[in-house]
């Protein structure tokens, strides 16, 4: 037996079933292959740089012999000082290449996550239509469709790591004809060979050029040529080199000019600076000069030999908005701006600041002096501005502590205002924005800076990134929230309780049931005694400890505590609350849980019919219901009610909520794994396949649902005979598990647990026995000796090692299953009915048939009793009573069950259900080992028409079906 044989798909009960659920709907040529995708004409989006582009004609020539040489992909890295010019280089040569390259693309790549926002607005360019899934969607298909196209530009600006792009690198490289390139800018010197690239150093301008592009920006045309320099006193002509007169007015603007491009170290973006300083308020460089020696900075001489450009930039910074004083707006709005991401700013989180006109000029004036960029929707403010207007200088009036800490909190609540809901889809692009900008504001703060804002707001971006299955980033989130609540506000103030339950819920998600229980038991102890027993926060306390423990296996403790938060709700809100309501399912599923459909079906039953009727039929809570109540019937062996039920949950899930809502998907998933119990799976297999193939794309190849659509999918192929396509697919579930969950998750465990199961139905006996053992080592390791999932663990092991032929090994692991699960989940339990049955076989296997025969027999009494006589697992149970009869030589016995057998299957589970045809082959071969030919003939006959049609002729089965009926036929000549 192997995890999820017994419950297949995606589980919504529970703690899934107070999910927020949203429509999200898709045209259907959204789904067509991304190679079908054509690019529409003029996909560019590099930076349109208004001021002048000075020399650097041989780095031009050179970058682009790099990009144009070979047939592949071509990578070129252009790496040098901050702002010596590598991002003006590449716009230049994008904007001099643009009809050449379609989409040329520009990411600002200095982090993972602004390298996949950046893949995700390239895809939403070539399909408008995706906007609304996620970003880790968008830029794995932006990735693919790099990879089927040829004739793009990508531009990587400012990579902070080779080991940020490589990923892409590895699945855009190519080497058709005509491929795309990549062009890469960084200050970086170093990792670039290792991607392939072609490397290229880009310097600071040489005076002249520097003095070029000063004068330019400036508006003054005719700067003096270095050779023919004179002093502040000298007469003459300085600019005989340009060709062209020029009057003393000019010499004396220009007086200082030299030496202050050398100050600035050539650096291009601080000539650029200084340039449009210049021109805004007619200052000679000279007294520019002056200014910036009256405000010197850490380092500025070693700026000229490429030193630290921050510090020349905030000498700029500081000259620049002293002549803005005159707009109090802007210097307060450059360091608000400072707290967020460089790039796509959104103009509208700026709205609250100030009245429109006072807001649109302050922005206006900080762009003339190139300290922000604008565009219609977004803002970029270059990095290193920012960090100089994030560092506090009581000298500096523009950066005074206490302005950079008000420039702080209200960069927090202007993200705080913008936040969408976290279950709405519709508000995940929004989000997606925001994150970035959430990030840059708690990288840049220390944490011991974080107020009660900031821990909202990490909260709920916390929140949000754990329903997108992004734990690790969730978890760092919340609890440092949450240690903020507590410095500020105390353990026992109603938000730090909140987050603390978030952070448990967290660490719940990440299969970390170690710290969740104990912070969740805490919560629910601090929620009783600061709120009272009957506090609405108190019984949802109760009821996530009761969650935590149902996780854990520990449902004597999690049913409990389930029927108090019950109780609890009926009596504070009333039997009809959606609270309630939720609650009585997620009661329903612990009975389940615990195998007691008796009280688990009924429970279910009610809820959907109370919600039908306070909600209305088409409320998603109804459908959530019809759901847990169809995988109910199905774990009872009902399929005749289940699958139906699942019919219309799916069909009224893609009317409600569309055809790619997470719920629709689990939907799917959850009527193909009820075909699959049902042995339809022709119709399963396809279904498993979509949903596989749907979550990758709406929700992303690391998602949990879609590792769980991997599973689901790799048991089909397993149950179908193709033990090869389910061994790759299981390999690569495991693989991703480990890699997105870590190596101790349940889920991972589970993972391995079916690799190791696929390994043996494939005859793979070494190699699953060795499997096995691991998790059930590590399963004893993480959950304990009497978790669940380490007795179905040592199940496995068990199996393995009776297929292997260690007997002895195989029957003391089979009877500590039993005695466990009698122990931690009583007699009656399916898991513990299971044991028992596997057990005997163990018994059967090592020749004690009286053995074997007694507790099949109690097993059969006990399935009949719990189950019923017409549940799959009760037929599978009386075939096995009817073999080992068979075995011992009793076939007086073992007929009339036979019989009783295919009567049963074929009125319970249909004539082409797997069960029904291995019941007919059972009793045709009992037939012709009591020497009855002429009765298992045609038994026989039939059992290779149906293994044909359902099978097809190579099967293995259908093989030992031909051989069976000729040897009949010739026992009967």
């Not at 009821?543 to 004597?556: P, Q, S, T």
């Not at 389940?592 to 279910?604: E, K, N, S, T, W």
Request: aromatic fraction near 4%; hydrophobic fraction near 40%.
């Amino acid at each position: 037996m192997i995890v999820g044989r017994d419950n297949s798909g995606i589980i919504s009960t529970g703690d899934h079933a107070i999910n927020t659920q949203t429509n999200v709907q898709l045209p259907v040529q959204a789904l067509r292959p991304v190679s079908d995708v054509e690019a529409p004409p003029g996909v560019v989006n590099p930076p349109a740089h208004g001021h002048p582009f000075i020399g650097r004609q041989g780095e031009l020539s050179d970058l682009h012999a790099a990009l144009a040489s070979g047939g592949q992909v071509v990578v070129a890295a252009v790496h040098g000082l901050g702002g010596v010019g590598k991002s003006t280089l590449a716009a230049r040569y994008a904007a001099t290449h643009a009809q050449v390259w379609n989409p040329t693309w520009w990411i600002t790549a200095d982090t993972e996550a602004a390298v996949e926002s950046g893949l995700a607005a390239l895809m939403t360019q070539l399909q408008p239509e995706l906007a609304m899934l996620p970003p880790e969607v968008l830029a794995t298909r932006a990735l693919a469709w790099l990879a089927a196209h040829r004739q793009w530009l990508l531009i990587l600006d400012n990579v902070t790591d080779p080991a940020h792009v490589a990923p892409l690198l590895g699945r855009t490289l190519t080497t058709r004809p005509q491929a795309g390139r990549v062009l890469v800018t960084s200050r970086l010197s170093q990792g670039w060979h290792r991607l392939g690239a072609q490397v290229l150093r880009l310097d600071v301008l040489t005076e002249q050029e520097a003095l070029q592009l000063l004068a330019q920006i400036a508006g003054h045309h005719h700067p003096p040529n270095p050779a023919d320099r004179q002093d502040d006193n000298s007469t003459g002509n300085a600019t005989a080199e340009a060709g062209t007169e020029a009057g003393t007015e000019e010499l004396r603007v220009w007086a200082g000019a030299a030496d202050l491009v050398r100050e600035l170290g050539y650096l291009p973006l601080a000539v650029e600076q200084a340039a449009a300083y210049l021109h805004q308020t007619r200052l000679t460089p000279r007294a520019y000069l002056a200014l910036l020696a009256e405000h010197p900075a850490v380092m500025y001489d070693q700026a000229a030999e490429g030193g630290d450009a921050e510090r020349t930039i905030a000498r700029i910074w500081r000259i620049t908005l002293d002549r803005l004083t005159d707009t109090p707006l802007a210097g307060h709005l450059l360091r608000v701006l400072a707290w967020h991401a460089p790039q796509q700013i959104p103009r509208t989180l700026l709205d609250d600041l100030a009245d429109g006109p006072v807001l649109q000029q302050a922005l206006g004036r900080l762009a003339a002096y190139n300290m922000i960029t604008l565009d219609p929707d977004g803002i970029t403010v270059h990095r290193l501005v920012q960090a100089v207007a994030r560092t506090p200088d009581p000298g500096d009036p523009h950066r005074r502590p206490d302005d950079i800490t008000s420039a702080r909190h209200e960069a927090t609540d202007l993200l705080i205002d913008a936040l969408p809901e976290t279950g709405d889809p519709t508000g995940w692009p929004a989000w997606r924005v925001l994150l970035d900008h959430i990030a840059a504001l708690t990288d840049h703060a220390p944490a011991s800076l974080d107020t009660t804002a900031t821990s909202y707001l990490l909260d709920q971006a916390g929140q949000f990134l754990r329903e997108q299955g992004s734990l690790t980033r969730a978890i760092g989130y919340v609890e440092r929230a949450d240690a903020a609540n507590e410095r500020i506000l105390g353990r026992d103030h109603h938000d730090a309780l909140a987050v603390r339950n978030n952070l448990a819920s967290a660490y719940q998600a990440a299969g970390d049931l170690g710290r969740a229980i104990p912070l969740h038991r805490q919560g629910l102890a601090d929620a009783e005694r600061v709120l009272g027993d009957k506090h609405p926060d108190t019984l949802a306390a109760r009821n996530n400890l009761a969650h935590a423990y149902r996780a854990a296996g520990d449902l004597g403790q999690a049913i409990p505590l389930f029927e108090r938060a019950l109780s609890g709700l009926e009596q504070v809100l009333g039997s009809d609350h959606p609270d309630t309501l939720v609650s009585r399912d997620n009661l329903a599923g612990a009975y389940q849980m615990a195998g007691d459909l008796g009280r688990a079906i009924p429970l279910y039953q009610q809820t959907l019919a109370d919600r039908e009727r306070v909600l209305g039929d088409d409320h998603p809570d109804i459908l959530v219901s019809r759901n847990n109540l169809a995988l109910a019937y199905q774990v009872a062996g009902d399929l005749g009610r289940a699958i139906p039920l699942f019919e219309q949950t799916l069909a009224d899930r893609e009317q409600v909520l569309g055809s790619d809502h997470p719920d629709t998907l689990a939907a799917r998933s959850n009527l193909a794994g009820a075909y699959r119990e049902a042995g339809d799976l022709d119709r399963a297999i396809p279904l498993n396949e979509q949903a596989l193939t749907d979550s990758e794309r709406v929700l992303g190849g690391d998602h949990p649902t879609t590792l769980t659509a991997r599973i689901n999918l790799a048991y089909a192929y397993q149950l179908a005979g193709d033990p090869s396509r389910a061994v790759l697919l299981f390999e690569q579930v495991l693989t991703d598990c480990r890699r997105v969950l870590g190596d101790d998750h349940p889920h991972t465990l589970t993972a391995r647990n079916n690799l190791a199961s696929a390994y043996q139905d494939a005859g793979d006996l070494d190699r699953a026995t060795l499997l096995h053992e691991q998790v059930l080592a590590d399963s004893r390791r993480v959950l304990g000796d009497d978790h669940p999932h380490t007795l179905t663990a040592r199940n496995n092991l068990a199996s393995a090692y009776l297929n292997a032929g260690d007997l002895d090994r195989a029957t003391l692991l089979h009877e500590q299953v039993l005695a466990g699960s009698e122990r931690v989940l009583g007699g009656d339990h399916p898991t513990t009915l299971t044991a028992r049955v596997n057990l005997a076989y163990a018994y059967q296997h090592a020749g004690g048939l009286d053995r074997s025969i007694r507790l099949f027999e109690q097993s059969l009494l006990d399935f009949e009793r719990v189950l019923g006589g017409g549940h799959p697992r009760t037929l599978t149970v009386r075939n096995n009573l009817a073999s080992v009869y068979r075995e011992a030589g009793d076939l007086d016995r073992a007929i009339p069950l036979y019989q009783q057998i295919l009567t049963d299957c074929r009125r319970v589970l249909g004539s082409d259900d797997p069960s029904t045809l291995a019941a007919r082959i059972n009793l045709a071969s009992a037939y012709q080992a009591a020497g009855d030919p002429g009765r298992a003939i045609p038994l026989h006959e039939q059992a290779l028409i149906d293994c044909r049609r359902t099978l097809g002729h190579d099967h293995p089965t259908t093989k030992m079906v031909q051989a069976n009926l000729s040897a009949a036929r010739q026992e009967q000549i």
